[in-house]
């Protein structure tokens, strides 16, 4: 079985930040593109940032470019999401995909169990 658990999440003041970490653990074979995704309260879940399995792809979406940065250590199975200059609008559960692969199993997405970030004075 594979988990990913999320950590970093909290409570911070307008233009602060945060580190989010994700951890996967398991019977991993090999692991593809990691992510970012949140989901703010009556919004749908949306991409925030991905990598790929080389660290030399980054996509962000629109709203957090120049804020927010991606990186991985694969050598931990982990994936980072460095969050800066946070605005009100930041405030979500931040959940963490992996796309990998089990030994003798197939290429599949996995989800973390979310943390919290909220943004407020």
């Known amino acids: 079985q594979v988990q990913l658990v999320e950590s970093g999440g909290g409570l911070v003041q307008p233009g602060g930040s945060l580190k989010l970490s994700c951890a996967a653990s398991?019977?991993?074979?090999?692991?593809?593109?990691m992510g970012w995704y949140r989901q703010a309260p009556g919004k749908q879940r949306e991409l925030v940032a991905r990598i790929t399995s080389d660290g030399r792809t980054k996509n962000y979406a629109d709203s957090v470019k120049g804020r927010f940065a991606i990186s991985r250590d694969n050598a931990k199975n982990t994936v980072y999401l460095q969050v800066n200059s946070l605005k009100s609008e930041d405030t979500a559960v931040y959940y963490c995909?992996?796309?990998?692969?089990?030994?003798?199993?197939?290429?599949?997405?996995?989800w973390g169990q979310g943390t919290q970030v909220t943004v407020s004075s």
């Open positions: 995909n992996a796309n990998l692969r089990e030994f003798g199993g197939r290429d599949s997405d996995y």
């Open positions: 398991g019977t991993i074979f090999s692991i593809n593109t």
